[in-house]
């Protein structure tokens, strides 16, 4: 699986410190050999879309199996996820 981001994502990414940064995206590289580990839970109400939470951040993502994609739609504080 190849991972990819969106716009939204990479945006807040960029904005994070160094450390968080390199934590959040080591757990989101991590998708790539297992996109579906334990602690993921599906979004109720969304079609194909998974959340993770690293720390004070949320992961929303979408598996796009016929393209071999995990797309990174949405990193931010959890309390912003939450809230969609």
Do not use: C, Q
Request: proline share 4%; aromatic share 10%.
């Amino acid at each position: 699986m190849k991972i990819e981001f969106g716009t939204k994502a990479l945006k807040f990414l960029s904005k994070l410190e160094k450390g968080n940064k390199e934590r959040v995206f080591n757990k989101i590289k991590e998708l790539e050999n297992d996109p579906f580990p334990s602690y993921v839970k599906k979004l109720k109400g969304e079609k194909d879309v998974s959340r993770i939470i690293i720390g004070d951040f949320g992961v929303l993502y979408r598996l796009i199996p016929e393209d071999d994609i995990i797309l990174v739609f949405r990193v931010d504080k959890i309390s912003r996820v939450h809230g969609r």
